[in-house]
Nanobody
Framework: HVQLVESGGGSVQAGGSLRLSCAAS????????MGWFRQAPGKEREGDAV???????RYTDSVKGRFTISEDNAKNTLNLQMNSLKTEDTVMYYC???????????????WGQGTQVTVS
């Protein structure tokens, strides 16, 4: 059973920063990847950033240069440092975990409960 618990959400002014964390426990996929996904009201979930078992990272264009995803393997924690936040970053953020297969990333098999970020 995989458990993902996010923390660190909150309210911040535009241009500010927040750091999200996700504590992971339970089953670990081989060739795992983890990610941060967002969901705005009335919209589908979409991925912001993922990191794979080798430490390679990928970002969606809208967050490149502003967000940094990182893992602390010793603590089984996934982090997302968010800088230069914009009002359009007002969404629910979800920590996810999955696996890579033959170069294909499926990093959203398991989901946390989400943490709200509000930028005003």
């Amino acid at each position: 059973h995989v458990q993902l618990v996010e923390s660190g959400g909150g309210s911040v002014q535009a241009g500010g920063s927040l750091r999200l964390s996700c504590a992971a426990s339970g089953y670990i996929y081989s060739r795992r990847c983890m990610g941060w996904f967002r969901q705005a009201p009335g919209k589908e979930r979409e991925g912001d950033a993922v990191v794979d078992f080798a430490g390679s990272t990928r970002y969606t264009d809208s967050v490149k240069g502003r967000f940094t995803i990182s893992e602390d393997n010793a603590k089984n924690t996934l982090n997302l440092q968010m800088n230069s936040l914009k009002t359009e970053d007002t969404v629910m953020y979800y920590c996810t975990r999955g696996a890579t297969t033959n170069g294909e990333y499926v990093c959203s098999i398991d989901w946390g409960q989400g943490t709200q970020v509000t930028v005003s």
